[in-house]
């Protein structure tokens, strides 16, 4: 089981670096597909995420300027809609939690389809109250059902906030730090994480991560956009075979 935990390490993490997602949309199918149920694989997912999202920011940051501000604000909303998580998760059913991770990508496949990959304007500024409250309320629907949030914050930051897609996906990873430390602390407090299975696959990650964020830097802008449909339309289909 531990070679097989390292493998979906490896795998999430890939997808992290080059998607900027916390790797909940590719590690929740896995392990459901392995035997885990639903609020046991989004603890193993939250744990991963604390991993991937810290290493590959670290890396982004590096070479994106100003991906911090905007970040740190919608973090710190995500950091306090992910803690009340925690408490709303052990009371809804596993089969809720599965409906309602289809829907989000259902939104995501559509805001994206429409929106342009590239955009070379200005993004519009918003108040630091607008980025907290999107933070609050994603950071709570992504840790609910284990992903970083970047999956629904990133159609939102390309279609209403006018960021290049590129720069989405690294402040997306960036927002999944807050999001995933939130819920990992409330799902730990409740009793509900999974750390030796969460670690091995965060170890993985991490070398996954290297390598999707230097792929991610040598592709184009329209084939990334089609990676990153082709991924959502992917999971959506394991997602709804799972549930069906």
């Given at each position: 089981m531990?070679?097989?935990?390292?493998?979906?390490?490896?795998?999430?993490?890939?997808?992290?670096?080059?998607?900027?997602?916390?790797?909940?949309?590719?590690?929740?199918?896995?392990?459901?597909?392995?035997?885990?149920?639903?609020?046991?694989?989004?603890?193993?997912?939250?744990?991963?995420?604390?991993?991937?999202?810290?290493?590959?920011?670290?890396?982004?940051?590096?070479?994106?300027?100003?991906?911090?501000?905007?970040?740190?604000?919608?973090?710190?909303?995500?950091?306090?809609?992910?803690?009340?998580?925690?408490?709303?998760?052990?009371?809804?059913?596993?089969?809720?939690?599965?409906?309602?991770?289809?829907?989000?990508?259902?939104?995501?496949?559509?805001?994206?389809?429409?929106?342009?990959?590239?955009?070379?304007?200005e993004?519009?500024?918003?108040?630091?109250?607008?980025?907290?409250?999107?933070?609050?309320?994603?950071?709570?629907?992504?840790?609910?059902?284990?992903?970083?949030?970047?999956?629904?914050?990133?159609?939102?930051?390309?279609?209403?906030?006018?960021?290049?897609?590129k720069?989405?996906?690294?402040?997306?990873?960036?927002?999944?730090?807050?999001?995933?430390?939130?819920?990992?602390?409330?799902?730990?407090?409740?009793?509900?994480?999974?750390?030796?299975?969460?670690a091995i696959?965060?170890?993985?990650?991490?070398?996954?991560?290297?390598?999707?964020i230097?792929?991610?830097?040598?592709?184009?802008?329209?084939?990334?956009?089609?990676?990153?449909?082709?991924?959502?339309?992917?999971?959506?289909?394991?997602?709804?075979?799972?549930?069906?």
């Amino acid at each position: 089981m531990e070679l097989e935990l390292i493998a979906f390490g490896l795998i999430t993490g890939f997808a992290s670096g080059f998607f900027g997602i916390g790797g909940g949309s590719i590690l929740i199918p896995m392990l459901l597909l392995t035997g885990f149920v639903m609020k046991e694989a989004v603890a193993i997912s939250i744990m991963q995420m604390v991993f991937s999202s810290i290493y590959g920011s670290f890396l982004n940051a590096k070479k994106i300027k100003g991906l911090v501000r905007d970040g740190v604000i919608l973090g710190i909303g995500a950091s306090l809609g992910g803690a009340t998580s925690g408490y709303f998760l052990p009371k809804v059913p596993d089969i809720y939690l599965q409906y309602i991770f289809i829907t989000a990508l259902c939104y995501t496949i559509y805001t994206l389809f429409n929106a342009p990959a590239s955009n070379s304007g200005e993004k519009e500024t918003k108040g630091i109250y607008v980025l907290l409250a999107i933070g609050f309320f994603v950071g709570i629907l992504a840790m609910s059902i284990g992903i970083g949030g970047s999956l629904v914050l990133l159609p939102i930051l390309v279609g209403f906030l006018k960021y290049d897609l590129k720069i989405a996906t690294a402040l997306g990873l960036f927002f999944v730090i807050f999001s995933s430390i939130g819920g990992f602390i409330s799902t730990s407090i409740y009793g509900n994480m999974l750390y030796y299975e969460g670690a091995i696959i965060g170890i993985g990650s991490l070398i996954g991560v290297y390598f999707g964020i230097k792929i991610k830097e040598k592709t184009k802008t329209t084939q990334y956009k089609n990676f990153v449909l082709l991924l959502n339309l992917l999971v959506l289909g394991i997602m709804i075979y799972k549930t069906i």
